[in-house]
């Protein structure tokens, strides 16, 4: 994350990190993430585009708003 920042600057792009949040799913060891000394959160969900994702990966959040 820290490369993709670094890229980003160079064509004037800034991550607000206040809004970066980390995710892992089950099979992966969470760490501390950081960027510019500041470390990024790590969330267990969170909602996209009005579905709820979760670190389960349960397919059934978010169906009932469909109908």
Known sequence: ???LSNKS???????????????YNQ???????EISGE???IVDEYVYLGQ???SNAKLTDGI???K
Do not use: F, Q, R, W
């Open 9 to 23: 600057s160079k064509i004037d792009l800034k991550m607000n990190l206040s809004k970066t949040k980390v995710k």
């Open 39 to 41: 470390t990024v959160g």
């Open 52 to 54: 709820l994702k979760t």
């Open 64 to 66: 009932k708003d469909v």
């Open 1 to 3: 994350m820290e490369e």
């Open 27 to 33: 099979h992966a060891a969470k760490s501390e993430i």
